[in-house]
């Protein structure tokens, strides 16, 4: 088999991950890196061990034998990385959430369709095999009938005014910051597990500091504590900090969500409880091998994840023996393996949230907007 070869587009902290992935497949080259500068990028290969490195992303679109792309950018700028990407013929990877608006998202369907290329959004949370279990147990009924959903995605990491980072901006980030960079994630994984859709919430976001303190230069996020007044400037925030939605999903399913980025002590907390007819389960990303289950007239259950003990459908995605935890990372492998088996082979199946997927996640992060405005209910479908 030919090994393929791919070009990661950003060079932050997302682009390091997608590296790594990609380079764990075994059949895929990391070709290539992008930053915004060439002395970003040129920094960026020198510690990943990646030789071609610049800060012009379409000289490498140019190149015939890259396969695919890598869209690890900032919000703003995956819809023309992406979208000059594909009509460059290239496979690609996008970073969530897919665009800054439906319109653009739209288009990105439309054309990932003309060009019938392989494209994926990164929601590769889906991808821990305790999650995938989760999904196995519904589909097989094991829960019943799914009445509630519920959890939280909560982190603490912009909690002092002195915390900074880009999606802060909404000129880079789009006007949603804590809900489209992690409620996204949430909504995403909530329907992918039941199988149903969210067709109505109501919305409500808070930004608690409404000044932060932009360092005068670049540093890293954890680092503004340490700041002295003549190292930043105090500058007016316009994204949200929390955000909280009720909603409805399918016929009768009810559940609400919050997401925070100030929440003390969350470092990655996104929990997920499904309580059904006949039993409920709760996981925690924070405790990524443990499944909660719970039943009404037998003793509640806490297993963990074992390769032999899960179904067939959820097996598939664990690598490691029971004890063996399998964590964030792992996740992008067992993501990126399933997008890369459809670059070398188009009768693959898809087993990637692709950008209809992407697409409908800006659908709903708009309708979160919407509700905000309204201060009520809004119908999704």
Request: aromatic share 8%.
């Amino acid at each position: 088999m030919r090994k393929l070869k791919a070009a990661v587009i950003g060079a932050g902290f997302m682009g390091r991950v997608h590296t790594e992935s990609i380079r764990r497949l075994g059949n895929v080259e990391v070709a290539a890196v992008a930053g915004i500068s060439a002395e970003e990028a040129a920094a960026f290969g020198k510690a990943m061990g990646i030789e071609r490195t610049t800060g012009d992303y379409r000289t490498l679109l140019a190149d015939p034998k890259i396969d695919a792309v890598h869209v690890c950018t900032p919000n703003a700028l995956h819809y023309p990385v992406s979208k000059a990407a594909m009509k460059a013929g290239k496979h690609v990877v996008c970073e969530k959430p897919l665009t800054l608006d439906v319109a653009e998202a739209a288009e990105m369907v439309k054309l990932a369709k003309a060009t019938k290329l392989a494209n994926c959004v990164n929601h590769n949370l889906r991808y821990y095999p305790v999650v995938q279990q989760i999904r196995a147990m519904i589909a097989a009924g094991d829960l019943g009938d799914i009445l509630l959903v519920q959890g939280t995605y909560s982190q603490d990491w912009l909690l002092y005014d002195t915390d900074y980072n880009w999606r802060i901006e909404s000129k880079d980030n789009g006007r949603l910051r804590a809900m489209g960079d992690i409620g996204s994630h949430w909504m995403d994984m909530i329907q992918h597990l039941t199988g149903m859709k969210i067709t109505a919430l109501c919305a409500d976001l808070q930004t608690f500091h409404k000044t932060r303190k932009k360092p005068r230069v670049a540093i890293q996020t954890f680092a503004g504590k340490t700041l002295r007044p003549e190292d930043y400037d105090e500058v007016p925030i316009d994204t949200e900090d929390y955000g909280a939605v009720l909603l409805r999903m399918g016929d009768r399913a009810r559940g609400a969500f919050t997401v925070s980025q100030v929440a003390s002590g969350c470092k990655n907390r996104f929990q997920v409880e499904i309580f059904g007819t006949k039993g409920g389960v709760m996981w925690n990303q924070e405790k990524p091998d443990e499944l909660w289950i719970g039943q009404r007239n037998s003793p509640n259950q806490l297993i963990m994840k074992d390769q032999s003990l899960l179904y067939p459908a959820a097996a598939s995605y664990a690598d490691l023996p029971g004890g063996h935890s399998e964590g964030y990372d792992d996740t992008h492998k067992q993501l990126h393996r399933r997008f890369y088996r459809k670059v070398a082979d188009p009768s693959a199946p898809v087993e990637f949230p692709t950008f209809e997927d992407g697409l409908w996640g800006m659908k709903l992060l708009v309708k979160v907007l919407e509700s905000v405005e309204k201060q009520g209910w809004v119908k999704t479908l």
